[in-house]
């Protein structure tokens, strides 16, 4: 049965537009990949308790700050089902298709709220393919899933605010950390020192920031700042990472090195459906065009969250509900005024967030030598193992784009759908051509964008709604 | 996209419309006749059906009246390397047409005795036993197969983009990124509007696939053609399992592992077209009915994933059949387009046979079942 409202993606942005969506009466259907609710910065809350008193909280306060979503979303008349792996969607009509337990469903909806979120920008450094390095990110994913303790020396690199949260949760959880490299630079501080002003009036969430900056400091571990030249090294697995801090070359021994240069929105189901995108400069990303209730170039399809670019986890909760209440009000469930009322706080609340983001967004500004990895044996594309060179060879035989380039190199062409690879690529080749990554553009994304085994597409059960074709 | 030399009004013998196979097979063909050619395209080349087929070189289940072209066609293909100087990746592994039921040995037989009629003999039936011992994953309930043993395929991108290349350094000039808007017919000259570019030839070559039927009509032929977007999945690699190109008789597949151990899937399922936007999208439920005649016929792909898939957008004729020879309304003008989802395979012959029919006025095969006026 077609749903009103289909909500992919139980982060804080998914959670909370599922459970406002509900409130006002409408069918809601809430489909995630993972096994319980939470998305990034809640995973496996569901799962896991605050520890007793007098131990270490190695997760933090903002990560239990995530339970009120939970209890809502249980309490809601949502459908919601774990395990659901979107991997098509179409709009006109809205249609998604999803995996579960090895057979697939194709869904119709009246609205579709995408609130799938951010990933960890790939940081293509030589050697960042060996066994034993890994995204600070996934790091925290082995954390919050049940305290796997990471054993070894471990080295931080990079920049950014989960990067500095990931090196204070492994501090308290007593991780011998060997080193943490930033590659912000004197001249990062200096552009983001002009946004402080502004910063300033999101008071608590700058003070987190320097509580996080200060645990590091006063652990006393080894930090190199203006960090530049990063490479992994090791035969089976990795034993070491060089670097130049401040023009100084420079080496550590390691076990495990965490890498991390910032967040960047999923846009592989804005893609897919051919949505409007926009480059954000100071954090080199697509993002999609949207309105300020999250609304994109399609009618009646919402990006709620980091997915619509980054803001952080409370300003996602507050735009799953904006996304929520003009669904609401486009399918008669809400009078205007009524949205406009209840928006007023969920509005307010996002544009608090929103604050500090042009000071992080200045401070923790990819390097272009991260960005655009020079050493021309650098593998950017993971899956099919095409390094920088061979995409200017390419480049050097008439292939100017993306798309072309999939067919010269199968780059992008792998099991992650390019997902790995596609903003290097795109910036490789507007470096190359003296133009902008925007010029250049993005792999064009086709379904399904998560692999699906053949016998669960084979298995596939259909709403009415949506057989005919 | 390098667009070999832009011209703004010059003088060529032949412009040739549509940069793909087609398009620069017949372009390239004429250069090696002393021709000087212009190709328009208003992509780029290769960029629609040309690069993105399923690369299938067969002659296997054709109507025979394309049967002597793709014969012809084939023999090019084995040397290719010759005529472009890349080997296009083109494997001779065979192709396979596999029977599942009573009905189609039946048809096999059928066809075969057709064959023998018309005096082909390359298609020969395969019972179960030879069957499993050319593709042992077959499905159990498989009966046989009709096999032609000297064909195979090719990767669509290389064997496009090395026409393309050959073209360019036989000194065919390319005008890319410029649709064709307007023809007009000055005397005996051919004149072109495309972009903000006006070009003179003596002769016209209408090879714009889809499109085909909208540039004949601007010479004043009326060929009915539908925009179709057929589709095509491909899986993760898998360790080699399979041969030949196979086609099952009573359903839509068409089924090739790759050389690098992907698997091409498709057979003509398909997909949604946006005419304007020039993009074709697959149809999830047509990729679901695909899914199910691949796990019916090879059992152990069920738990291979699929990675991509895709659509070319192609035009289809009301027989099936492509339009090539020399315009009806016009003089100096010729067409090689609505190849019908079946045309990369004969890419290579239909330039010659465009080349002869500009330089000698006539072909040394038969075209004449696909002449415009047919409909
Ligand atoms: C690895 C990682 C760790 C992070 N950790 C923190 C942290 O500890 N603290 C913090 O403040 N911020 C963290 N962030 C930042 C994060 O982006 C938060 O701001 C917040 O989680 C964003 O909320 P969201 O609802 O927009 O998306 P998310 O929380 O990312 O939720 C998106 C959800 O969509 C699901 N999804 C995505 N694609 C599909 C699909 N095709 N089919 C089905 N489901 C799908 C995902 O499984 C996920 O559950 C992290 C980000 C990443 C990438
Ligand atoms: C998914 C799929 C699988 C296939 N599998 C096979 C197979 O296995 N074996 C096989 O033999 N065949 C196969 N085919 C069919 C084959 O790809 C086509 O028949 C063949 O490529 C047609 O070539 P073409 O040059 O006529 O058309 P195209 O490659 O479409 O080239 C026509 C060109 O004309 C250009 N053009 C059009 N209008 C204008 C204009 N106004 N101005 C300038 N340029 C213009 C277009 O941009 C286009 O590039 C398949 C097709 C598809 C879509």
Redesign the interface.
């Known amino acids: 049965m077609k749903a009103d409202v289909m909500v992919i993606g139980a982060g804080p942005a998914g959670l909370s537009a599922a459970t406002e969506a509900a409130r006002h009466g409408l069918k809601v259907m809430l489909l995630d990949e993972q096994a319980s609710p939470g998305g990034q910065i809640y995973r496996a809350l569901a799962r896991n308790t605050p520890p007793p008193a007098g131990a270490p909280d190695i997760l933090g306060e903002d990560y239990w700050r995530g339970r009120p979503l939970l209890d809502a979303i249980d309490q809601a008349a949502v459908e919601y089902v774990p395990g659901a792996t979107v991997w098509?969607a179409?709009t006109d009509p809205l249609?998604v298709?999803y995996l579960k337990d090895e057979r697939?469903f194709?869904r119709a909806a009246r609205s579709l709220i995408i609130a799938t979120g951010a990933y960890e920008r790939p940081v293509p450094v030589p050697g960042w393919t060996l066994p034993g390095v890994m995204s600070a990110g996934a790091a925290q994913i082995l954390m919050k899933a049940g305290g796997a303790a990471l054993n070894g020396r471990i080295v931080l690199a990079g920049s950014g605010p989960l990067l500095q949260l990931v090196t204070c949760q492994l501090l308290k959880s007593g991780a011998e950390i060997a080193g943490l490299l930033e590659t912000t630079t004197t001249k990062d501080y200096l552009a983001a020192a002009r946004h402080l002003p502004r910063a300033l009036r999101a008071r608590d969430l700058l003070r987190k920031g320097l509580e996080m900056r200060r645990t590091i400091k006063a652990s006393g571990i080894r930090v190199h700042k203006g960090v530049t030249n990063l490479q992994c090294h090791g035969k089976e697995t990795v034993d070491g990472i060089s670097f130049e801090s401040r023009g100084k070359p420079d080496r550590i021994e390691a076990d495990l090195v965490l890498l991390h240069e910032g967040v960047v929105p999923h846009v592989q189901m804005s893609r897919l459906l051919?949505l409007s995108h926009e480059w954000f400069e100071p954090q080199r990303y697509w993002r999609p065009v949207v309105d300020e209730w999250g609304e994109t170039s399609a009618k009646g399809v919402f990006i709620a969250g980091d997915g619509a670019g980054i803001d952080g986890a409370r300003a996602a909760e507050a735009s799953g509900r904006l996304a929520a209440l003009q669904a609401a009000a486009q399918l008669g469930a809400l009078p205007n005024a009524e949205r406009d009322e209840q928006a007023g706080a969920a509005f307010a609340q996002k544009a608090k967030e929103q604050r500090i983001r042009p000071l992080l967004d200045h401070l923790y500004r990819p390097p272009a030598h991260i960005v655009c990895p020079e050493d021309p044996s650098t593998i950017v594309c993971r899956c099919e193992e095409v390094c920088v060179r061979d995409i200017h060879a390419c480049m050097e035989t008439?292939c100017?784009g993306p798309n072309?380039l999939k067919?010269?190199s199968?780059c992008g062409?792998?099991?992650c759908?390019g997902r790995m690879c596609g903003l290097t690529v795109s910036e490789l080749m507007a470096k190359q051509r003296g133009v902008t990554p925007d010029e250049v553009g993005y792999y064009r994304i086709?379904?399904?964008i998560k692999?699906?085994?053949?016998?669960a597409?084979?298995a596939?059960e259909?709403d009415e709604e949506?057989?005919a074709? | 996209?390098?667009t070999g030399a832009s011209s703004n009004s010059a003088r060529y013998d032949v412009i040739v419309i549509g940069a793909g196979i087609q398009g620069l097979s017949s372009a390239l063909q004429l250069a090696l006749r002393g021709r000087r050619v212009l190709v328009i395209e208003k992509d780029?080349p290769g960029r629609h059906a040309s690069?993105v087929n399923a690369g299938g070189v067969r002659s296997l289940w054709r109507h025979p009246a394309e049967i002597p072209l793709a014969r012809a066609s084939l023999e090019i293909w084995r040397n290719i390397e010759k005529l472009l100087g890349t080997d296009c990746r083109y494997h001779s592994n065979g192709s396979l047409r596999i029977a599942e039921s009573d009905h189609d040995m039946a048809r096999l037989d059928e066809r075969v005795a057709e064959l023998a009629g018309l005096g082909y003999e390359h298609e020969e039936i395969l019972g179960q036993n030879a069957l499993r011992a050319l593709v042992p994953d077959v499905a159990a309930h498989c009966r046989g197969g009709l096999y032609s043993r000297d064909e195979g395929s090719a990767s669509p991108?290389h064997a496009t983009w090395g026409f393309f290349e050959r073209a360019q350094s036989e000194g065919v000039t390319f005008l890319i990124g410029n649709p064709v808007s307007r023809i007009e017919r000055v005397g005996a000259v051919w004149r072109v509007h495309a972009g903000a570019n006006r070009v003179e030839a003596d002769v016209l070559i209408n090879c714009a696939g889809a499109w085909g039927g909208e540039l004949a009509r601007m010479i004043g032929d009326d060929v009915p053609l539908e925009m179709e977007a057929p589709t095509m999945m491909v899986?993760?690699r898998v360790p080699r399992f399979l041969g030949p190109v196979c086609g099952v008789v009573s359903r839509k597949l068409s089924f090739k592992q790759t050389g690098?151990g992907t698997v091409l899937i498709g057979g003509g399922h398909r997909g949604f077209v946006d005419r304007d936007a020039e993009?074709a999208?697959?149809?999830?439920?047509k990729?679901?009915l695909s899914?199910?005649t691949?796990?019916d016929v090879f059992p152990m792909?069920?738990?291979?994933?699929?990675?991509?898939?895709?659509c070319g957008i192609e035009g289809m004729t009301p027989d099936h059949l492509p339009v090539i020879g020399p315009s009806v309304a016009a003089q100096d003008a010729f067409h090689a387009f609505g190849f019908s989802a079946h045309g990369f395979a004969l890419g290579p012959i239909v330039g010659c046979i465009i080349a002869d029919l500009v330089t000698k006025g006539d072909a040394e095969l038969p075209v004449a079942p696909f002449a415009a006026d047919r409909f």
């Open positions: 098509t179409e249609t298709g697939s194709l051919d008439g100017d072309q067919a010269y199968r062409m792998g099991p759908q086709r379904t399904p692999p699906i085994p053949l016998s597409l084979a596939m259909a949506v057989v074709s | 996209m390098r780029g690069g991108f899986t993760q690098d993009i999208t697959p149809d999830p439920r990729l679901a899914a199910r691949v796990s792909m069920r738990d291979v994933p699929i990675a991509r898939t895709w």
